[in-house]
């Protein structure tokens, strides 16, 4: 008698894996610049964030402020817990470039919302490590056009400052981008996240345009300095709902996986 095919551990109501992933990260606190809220993609983020019942806090200037506690624990508690909604300034339209990840580096948001122990965010960004999200981003995604190289693959990463799936359900930004180079010949997007809420990607038009990476780890080095994240399995089959073809009901993405940073644990070939 011939063996029954397996299910998919996709499709399979009830499967474990699904109850391992992340929490959407909520903010306790949403602040927004006015001169973000002039941006129509700011106004959307406002929709999004007051339809999750989110507060919200429309400050007076277009500058941050009362994010200091009484010490530094303190004030990374509430940075972290902190969405500020602003315009991107001038010099972020200047891209720099970002051997051997992709051609050039474009920023949608500065600042994290999960709590990595190695996280090299905490000397690279100035401040308080608030997640700032950059209301004008279709301007910013308009600017990458005169980036672009004519007759040889362009590509462009957007996760070097923050992970985009962690704050997608928050700002859409993510998808924002997709479309933008889904319509760009000759161009690819690139993202890397540790997140696995990806089900927002998997209709949008990428047209084999956006590469979508999971960083992946042992699980030991997961669960003990990846505060915040979703589990490696959990990742893993996010990562297979990206690749799946459509008609399977994933996204048809191109895909790959970053093994970082290596880390010194026992038993490491097992792990």
């Given at each position: 008698?011939?063996?029954?095919?397996?299910?998919?551990?996709?499709?399979?109501?009830?499967?474990?894996?699904?109850?391992?992933?992340?929490?959407?990260?909520?903010?306790?606190?949403?602040?927004f610049t006015p001169d973000a809220l002039e941006e129509p993609f700011g106004q959307q983020i406002y929709t999004r964030v007051t339809?999750?019942?989110?507060?919200?806090?429309?400050?007076?200037?277009?500058?941050?402020?009362?994010?200091?506690?009484?010490?530094?624990?303190?004030?990374?508690?509430?940075?972290?817990?902190?969405?500020?909604?602003?315009?991107?300034?001038?010099g972020t339209f200047r891209l720099q470039p970002i051997p051997p990840s992709a051609d050039w580096q474009m920023n949608?948001?500065?600042?994290?919302?999960?709590?990595?122990?190695?996280?090299?965010?905490?000397?690279?960004l100035q401040g308080p490590p608030v997640t700032r999200v950059f209301a004008n981003l279709p301007q910013m995604l308009s600017n990458t056009v005169a980036y672009e190289q004519t007759g040889k693959m362009t590509t462009f990463e957007v996760s070097c400052y923050t992970d985009v799936i962690g704050i997608e359900h928050l700002t859409g930004g993510l998808a924002e981008c997709i479309r933008h180079f889904g319509n760009r010949p000759d161009t690819q997007l690139r993202f890397v996240t540790k997140y696995d809420q990806v089900d927002s990607l998997l209709g949008l038009?990428?047209?084999?345009?956006?590469?979508?990476?999971?960083?992946?780890n042992a699980d030991s080095v997961a669960r003990r300095l990846e505060g915040g994240t979703a589990s490696i399995e959990a990742r893993l089959m996010a990562l297979r709902?990206?690749?799946?073809?459509?008609?399977?009901?994933?996204?048809?993405?191109?895909?790959?996986?970053?093994?970082a940073p290596i880390m010194p644990v026992d038993n490491w070939r097992e792990q």
């Open positions: 008698m011939s063996a029954q095919p397996t299910q998919s551990p996709i499709s399979q109501p009830g499967n474990t894996t699904h109850r391992m992933t992340s929490r959407l990260w909520m903010p306790r606190q949403v602040l339809n999750l019942n989110l507060p919200v806090t429309i400050l007076k200037t277009n500058r941050l402020t009362g994010l200091r506690g009484e010490d530094d624990r303190q004030t990374y508690r509430n940075a972290k817990q902190t969405l500020a909604v602003v315009k991107a300034p001038p949608l948001a500065e600042g994290c919302p999960a709590h990595c122990q190695y996280c090299y965010l905490a000397g690279s038009p990428h047209n084999g345009r956006t590469r979508a990476r999971v960083s992946l709902k990206l690749a799946m073809p459509p008609e399977q009901g994933g996204g048809g993405y191109p895909v790959g996986v970053v093994l």
